[in-house]
């Protein structure tokens, strides 16, 4: 969506490499989500920020939301084969839930 | 506690019918959501349905329209299907619409894939 920009469009990285996934909206978000998609499949819940200066960690992947609530970060350490996908940010821009997404990251991590 | 359902999982249809995608949500959930998301674009929002009421809806024509029955499983449909609308159609749901916290995440379904010819 055009609220949403989403960069880079697509990674790849060896394995064991960090790597960094932005997410910017042109709102002020309510809560800012992210999920990860295999190809062709349905999206897997990974973290949700609602505060600025907010910061979520869960194994090796830590995302971060600013203190204007605009823009979110996206960490992976030390990469591994298992965390590549396509990598959503989802923002709730209007206090309502509706989701608006970014066009995904895709990452490709090479053994 | 099962997570979100979808059916069916793909689906193959001409220009000009119509098409019924159902979605069960997950258990305690009481507030559905449905996304249309095309070939290399994120999902877009199509509406959501809490209570058995549409309680929100995108850019998205009359012609799609759902509904949510009192067990909070919903159904999506679409008329007059356009080659424009094959795409993987996705249910989401979760615990309490707009509010803040948690409990506002929203879980998502495997998907249909739609083929429109």
């Known amino acids: 969506s055009q609220e949403l920009e989403q960069s880079p469009q697509s990674l790849i990285v060896q394995e064991g490499k960090n790597l960094t996934i932005n997410c910017t909206s042109s709102k002020t978000l309510y809560g800012l989500y992210w999920y990860k998609q295999k190809y062709g499949e349905g999206l897997i819940f990974l973290m949700m920020?609602?505060?600025?200066?907010e910061e979520k960690s869960h194994e090796k992947i830590t995302a971060k939301l600013d203190e204007k609530k605009q823009q979110s970060s996206l960490h992976i350490t030390a990469s591994q084969p298992s965390h590549a996908g396509i990598y959503l940010c989802g923002a709730d821009i209007t206090g309502a839930n509706n989701l608006f997404f970014g066009t995904g990251t895709r990452l490709t991590v090479i053994p | 506690e099962t997570g979100v359902t979808q059916s069916p999982t793909h689906l193959i249809k001409t220009r000009g019918q119509q098409v019924t995608l159902r979605c069960s949500s997950q258990s305690g959930h009481n507030t559905v959501s449905w996304y249309q998301q095309a070939l290399g674009q994120g999902p877009q929002f199509i509406f959501q349905y809490y209570r058995e009421e549409e309680n929100g809806r995108g850019n998205f024509p009359p012609r799609f329209s759902g509904l949510q029955f009192p067990n909070y499983s919903s159904e999506l449909n679409v008329n007059a299907l356009e080659l424009d609308d094959s795409a993987l159609y996705l249910c989401?749901?979760?615990?309490?619409?707009?509010?803040?916290?948690?409990?506002?995440?929203?879980?998502f379904g495997p998907g249909t894939r739609l083929t429109v010819l």
């Open positions: 989401a749901s979760s615990p309490i619409p707009g509010l803040a916290g948690e409990g506002d995440t929203q879980y």
């Open positions: 920020l609602q505060k600025g200066g």
